[in-house]
Nanobody, 124 residues
Framework: QVQLRESGGGSVQTGDSLRLSCADS????????VGWFRQAPGKEHEFVAA????????RYADSVTGRFTISRDNTKSVVYLQMNSLKPEDTATYSC?????????????????WGQGTQVTVSS
């Protein structure tokens, strides 16, 4: 089984940037897709971005398209989420997750293993 850990969160102002990292201690992500999700207080998990582990097209939520970029470094077994032009509505706990499938899905139910999350707070 995989073990995921996120890092890179913090408190920033509107328009700032952050880069989140998701590391897999098993160094494989089970050869499946990896996704980023976020959860605001009292809200359900919201899909942010996903990437196939070994290739293919990335997927983004409409709310982050053009501002966020998901990428990977398979040698290091790390997935990144570059977040630019941050807005207060981006404030949430961001979690990475390994999918059941190699295809990059937007469905939270397709993701089996989850990290603990990293907090992102964006102030006006």
């Amino acid at each position: 089984q995989v073990q995921l850990r996120e890092s890179g969160g913090g408190s920033v102002q509107t328009g700032d940037s952050l880069r989140l990292s998701c590391a897999d201690s098993r160094r494989t992500f089970s050869n499946n897709a990896v996704g980023w999700f976020r959860q605001a207080p009292g809200k359900e998990h919201e899909f942010v971005a996903a990437i196939p582990w070994r290739g293919g097209s990335t997927r983004y939520a409409d709310s982050v398209t053009g501002r966020f970029t998901i990428s990977r470094d398979n040698t290091k077994s790390v997935v990144y989420l570059q977040m630019n032009s941050l807005k207060p509505e981006d404030t949430a706990t961001y979690s990475c997750a390994s999918s059941r499938y190699p295809v990059a899905s937007t469905n939270v139910q397709d993701y089996l293993y989850w990290g603990q999350g990293t907090q992102v707070t964006v102030s006006s």
